[in-house]
């Protein structure tokens, strides 16, 4: 069973830094593109940043640029989410995905994590 588990969230005052991780549970992953996505309560699932399944080339949205960087351990089957400079606008939920490279901004992934809940304080 194919699975994606993500770890590293938590709460965390304005300003401050977390490090998300998703562990897969299969060394094909390594071959797809791999992102993050977040939903805020009350909101949809929207992007958040991507990566290539060589690491070669990144993607992210507007409101996190400069501020998150993801990157990928293909020997580990691990993507990272390093979030600086946390506002309370980041405050949701946020989710791995695994899909092609084409597509991996919309949110139509093969596979997705459980969530992880990041919240910043004020």
């Known amino acids: 069973q194919v699975q994606l588990v993500e770890s590293g969230g938590g709460l965390v005052q304005a300003g401050g830094s977390l490090r998300l991780s998703c562990a897969t549970s299969?060394?094909?992953?390594?071959?797809?593109?791999m992102g993050w996505f977040r939903q805020a309560p009350g909101k949809e699932r929207e992007f958040v940043a991507a990566?290539?399944?060589?690491?070669?080339?990144?993607y992210y949205t507007d409101s996190v640029k400069g501020r998150f960087t993801i990157s990928r351990d293909n020997a580990k089957s691990t993507v990272y989410l390093r979030m600086n400079s946390l506002k309370p606008e980041d405050t949701a939920v946020y989710y791995c995905?695994?899909?092609?490279?084409?597509?991996?901004?919309?949110?139509?992934?093969?596979?997705w994590g459980q969530g992880t809940q990041v919240t910043v304080s004020s």
């Open positions: 990566i290539t399944w060589n690491g070669g080339r990144t």
């Open positions: 995905a695994v899909d092609y490279e084409s597509r991996i901004t919309s949110a139509q992934a093969l596979y």
């Open positions: 299969s060394r094909t992953f390594s071959s797809y593109a």
